[in-house]
């Protein structure tokens, strides 16, 4: 087949700024199609919408800009996953209490013999 797929499967990673964007552009939307339509019903006249089409119309529509508000507000809050390149720089092997520079840890205490003070 000249279209033939990896094996490999492909990650996307996870962006919650662009997800919360959405949500952010959807909840504004509907704020002004809720804005549009209390106009409407406050202007009057023949297509202005009845008292019941009026009160679903405005629980739907706040319902939607609460909801997707609440949703935008805990995308940003949501921290951005690592990628493998991240991942790997932030897995280095451990060490058995020693620095990298190979001076001590904190908690350990000098030997006599390092120090070179004897009793």
């Given amino acids: 087949m000249p279209f033939k797929k990896d094996d ?5 990673s996870f962006s919650p700024g662009a997800h919360g ?9 509907l704020a002004y199609l809720l804005v549009t339509f209390l106009q409407e019903a406050y202007k009057g006249g023949e297509d202005a919408p009845s008292l019941p089409l009026l009160i679903v119309g405005i629980l739907v529509l706040g319902g939607g800009v609460v909801f997707l508000g609440l949703m935008a507000w805990r995308m940003s809050r949501v921290q ?3 990628t493998e390149d991240e991942e790997s720089e932030l897995s280095e092997p451990e060490t058995d209490g020693e620095a990298p520079d190979g001076d001590e840890g904190e908690g350990d205490e000098p030997d006599e ?6 009793e």
């Fill in 113 to 118: 013999e390092e120090t070179g003070e004897e």
């Fill in 80 to 82: 951005p996953e690592a």
């Fill in 21 to 29: 964007t959405v949500y952010l552009l959807g909840a504004l939307y």
């Fill in 8 to 12: 490999k499967k492909q990650k996307h």
